[in-house]
């Protein structure tokens, strides 16, 4: 009886880290994309069935591809590392920080209206501008520009690739009007 109890135990906990490493970002350990599009798959619908809002924050690491340039991918990857340690640690539970690709994150904040997305945006961008990291033998600094956009479907309805695209668009005009600022696009 041990042994079967014991072979239950083990093969629950290979099966939670088969989980864990199917919806997680191996470098970064936030959520992955996939993940990402599956659990807005299944808020989008919740936040239309209850009539509440959603946030939606685009994230891009500025110069990225100096850091990578000037001291190599292993360092640029504690770089994505570090930043993501900002994003777990300062958002809260039920929001969901995911790596969307490269050096693009994404963080999807259930029960947040338009300011509460900004004020969490722009406190991510300041812990990251004050960040020092340790590259090599040099302390370097990195911003971040963010695109945020709120879903209200009280407002009218949006599909995801709408929600994600008015905040790839803020991002976008983040980057192009000088980086390290948000931006809102409704």
């Known amino acids: 009886k041990e042994m079967a109890e014991k072979l239950a135990?083990?093969?629950w906990e290979a099966k939670e880290m088969l989980r864990e490493v199917s919806i997680k970002?191996?470098?970064?350990?936030?959520f992955n994309h996939k993940y990402f599009q599956d659990i807005m798959d299944k808020e989008i619908p919740r936040v239309e069935r209850?009539?509440?809002?959603?946030?939606l924050i685009m994230v891009d690491i500025d110069y990225?591809?100096?850091?990578?340039?000037?001291y190599g991918h292993p360092q640029g990857d504690i770089v994505l590392r570090?930043?993501?340690?900002v994003f777990d640690q300062t958002i809260r539970k039920p929001d969901v920080a995911a790596r969307y690709g490269g050096e693009e994150f994404a963080i999807m904040l259930p029960e947040t209206d338009i300011k509460g997305?900004?004020?969490?945006?722009?406190?991510?961008?300041?812990?990251v501008e004050k960040l020092e990291m340790k590259l090599g033998d040099k302390i370097v600094k990195v911003t971040i520009s963010?695109?945020?956009t709120t879903y209200d479907p009280g407002r009218g309805r949006k599909t995801k690739a709408e929600?994600?695209?008015?905040?790839?668009?803020?991002?976008?005009?983040s980057k192009k009007t000088g980086r390290n600022k948000l931006s809102i696009m409704l």
């Open 82 to 85: 570090s930043i993501a340690d």
């Open 25 to 30: 970002d191996g470098l970064t350990n936030l």
């Open 117 to 127: 997305a900004v004020i969490l945006a722009e406190r991510l961008r300041q812990i």
């Open 64 to 70: 990225f591809k100096k850091i990578n340039d000037t």
């Open 50 to 55: 209850y009539a509440h809002v959603m946030s």
């Open 9 to 11: 135990v083990e093969a």
């Open 146 to 148: 963010l695109g945020v």
């Open 163 to 173: 929600i994600v695209d008015a905040a790839d668009k803020a991002l976008y005009s």
